[in-house]
C-alpha cells in the first residue's frame, strides 16, 4: 500500500459519518480533508494587512500563569474577576471598552488567569459553577464585542476558554496553519468571515507564548 492509495481511500470515506482502519486510513482522511478545504477557499493564509491582535486567558494553571504574568509587563492588560462581576454586571463593559481603547497601542490582554488562593475565595463566595459560568459568559461577550470592532485575530489560553470564544464567534472549522510553540498552531476559521485563532490548553507553550504567537502571525 503507497500513500496514494490511502489517499483514494481516505476521499472514498470522506462523507461517511464513521469508517474503522488503521492508522493508514487517517493519513489518507487528513489529506482529503486538506485537498477539500484548499480546493473550497479553507485553506490556511495569514491575514493581510494585519490587524489587532486580542490576548483572552481563563487558563489557571502553572504554565498560563507565568505567560500571563509576562504578557502583563508588555501590554495593556484588564482582569475578570468573579467575584467583581457577581457584584457588578456591568463591570464586563468597563473591560472591553478599555480593551477596545488599547488595541490603538498594540495587542491587549484580558485575563481571569488567578492563583490557587483566589480561586477557592472565588469558588467559597460564589460557587464553583457560578463562579466559572461568570467568567465563562464575560469571554463571550468580550470575544464577541472585540470581533464587532474589528479584531480578527484572537490568542486563547484555557480549554474552556477556547471552547466559549470558537463557539461566541460561530466558528465552525478551523484551517491549521503555522505551529507557534509545539502542539499549538494557528489557525483560520473556515467560512464567510474568517478569524483568526491560536488556541491552547493551559500547560501548554514558553512562557512568551502570547508574544510569540502574535508575531508569528505577521
Known amino acids: 500500500t503507497r500513500d496514494e492509495h490511502l489517499v483514494a481511500a481516505g476521499r472514498a470515506c470522506l462523507d461517511l459519518p464513521l469508517t474503522t482502519g488503521g492508522a493508514g486510513l487517517a493519513l489518507g482522511l487528513a489529506r482529503a480533508l486538506r485537498d477539500r478545504a484548499r480546493a473550497g477557499g479553507g485553506a490556511w493564509a495569514a491575514p493581510s494587512p494585519r490587524g489587532p491582535v486580542a490576548w483572552l486567558s481563563g487558563s489557571c494553571s502553572d504554565a498560563t500563569r507565568t505567560q500571563v504574568a509576562t504578557a502583563r509587563d508588555a501590554v495593556r492588560s ?107 498552531p494557528w489557525t483560520r476559521a473556515v467560512g464567510d468571515e474568517p478569524f483568526w485563532l491560536a488556541l491552547k490548553s493551559g500547560n501548554f507553550g514558553g512562557p512568551d507564548f502570547f508574544a510569540k504567537a502574535t508575531a508569528a502571525l505577521q
Do not use: M, W
Not at 490582554?109 to 477557592?120: F, G, H, K
Not at 457560578?130 to 464577541?144: D, P
Open 78 to 184: 484588564f482582569r475578570i474577576d468573579p467575584l467583581a462581576l457577581a457584584a457588578n454586571p456591568d463591570a464586563v463593559d468597563a473591560i472591553v471598552a478599555g480593551a477596545i481603547a488599547g488595541l490603538a497601542e498594540g495587542p491587549v490582554l484580558v485575563y481571569a488567569t488567578a492563583s490557587p488562593d483566589e480561586i477557592a475565595a472565588a469558588q467559597t463566595a460564589l460557587g464553583a459553577e457560578r463562579a466559572a459560568s461568570l467568567v465563562e459568559a464575560a469571554f463571550r461577550a468580550i470575544a464577541v464585542t472585540l470581533a464587532a470592532n474589528g479584531v480578527r485575530a484572537f490568542v486563547v489560553a484555557g480549554g474552556e476558554t477556547s471552547g466559549a470564544v470558537v463557539d461566541a464567534l460561530g466558528v465552525r472549522a478551523l484551517a491549521i496553519g503555522p505551529e507557534i510553540d509545539p502542539g499549538v
